[in-house]
């Protein structure tokens, strides 16, 4: 999951072939294929691009997934690996629905109505230490858990699964 992206989907990023690059991820670790195959289905208009990210604060930051231009960007120095690939290309898939269902207290859509149960019975069990994908830092660099964030992780991280599984809700 941590692990360096396999030069194939490297130079498949630096093509802009976002397909391509999760077919290297599935080839690279059959425990990602499964997601690597689901997320390629949701971002066939998403564009991918290497480049140095920087977050609000100037600190530099592994991806990014630009809701304006549907373009994640990897920083080559930082975000070279599979899991931050399919981190950004969940923010890709399920932005416009978590944003367009977005009343926390009524939420219309099933998916995202058991997603923030979730997110809500989980918060305290969760340690930003082990998971800092699943949280955004402020400026004080204290972690705050994030609902988007929490789910890019979820859906791209099989050992934050794993932990969510054992938590008793």
Request: hydrophobic letters at 35%; zero cysteines.
């Amino acid at each position: 999951l941590f692990r360096p992206l396999t030069d194939d989907a490297t130079a498949a990023i630096r093509v802009n072939n976002i397909g391509e690059a999760f077919d290297a991820i599935g080839r690279q670790n059959p425990e990602l294929k499964k997601i690597a195959d689901k997320l390629k289905k949701f971002n066939t208009n998403t564009g991918i691009r290497y480049a140095e990210v920087r977050d609000t604060f100037n600190q530099r930051k592994a991806g990014y997934y630009d809701t304006g231009t549907n373009v994640i960007t990897i920083d080559p120095d930082f975000g070279g690996s599979p899991h931050t690939l399919l981190h950004e290309a969940t923010h890709a898939a399920t932005h416009a629905l978590l944003k367009k269902d977005a009343n926390p207290k009524n939420p219309k859509h099933f998916l995202v109505k058991q997603i923030r149960e979730i997110f809500e019975e989980s918060k305290e069990f969760i340690d930003p230490d082990l998971y800092q994908g699943a949280f955004r830092f402020n400026e004080k660099e204290n972690a705050v858990f994030d609902l988007e964030e929490f789910v890019a992780e979820f859906f791209s991280n099989p050992e934050f699964q794993q932990a969510l599984s054992e938590i008793r809700y």
